[in-house]
């Protein structure tokens, strides 16, 4: 076997192997004090500033529908899907649905710039040390959560929703 061919046979061997590792971690989110929450377990709790300088804690949020979204400004996708979110949150937030959008990367005021940018209404919160993302083991951006009334984790979504795929999620959450 030729050495390039066997160099690439092990990066592949590599890849196929970190890709595993994250694929079944699926519904399992390990925090650092080594609580394990699973999809239909409690949300794990923590407070964030938003972008105003107020504090705001997730489980304030309980008896609401909860659309946990991590992103940053960096990721085209996040930015193109920013304003589909918004349009949901506006038509359902009367009937108990919450966004809570955490910026994971970005200074608060360029979380700010583009949340004015994109019209957005709810939440902007800073994971300025990373440890709500760390604490969730969101490995990319945009990545959902849907927490339901009762504080419980009940979808993991990765990449982009439409308005159809968010108000399906929410289907017996609000």
Known sequence: MKRSNLKKIIVLFLISGILGFFLSQEGCYKSSDNVTTKLGSPAMDFT?????NKEVRLSDFK???VMLRFWSSRCPSCKKEMPVVEKAYRRL???GFVVLAVNIEDPKE??????KKLDLSFPILIDKGMSVT???KVFA???SFFIDKNGVMKEKVLGE???????RYLE???
């Open 48 to 52: 964030l500033m938003d972008i105003d």
């Open 63 to 65: 008896g609401k529908a």
């Open 93 to 95: 937030k009367d009937k």
């Open 110 to 115: 360029v979380a700010a710039e583009t949340a």
């Open 134 to 136: 760390k604490l969730y």
């Open 141 to 143: 951006t945009p990545t």
């Open 161 to 167: 929703l439409s308005e159809e795929t968010i108000a």
């Open 172 to 174: 017996g959450l609000i």
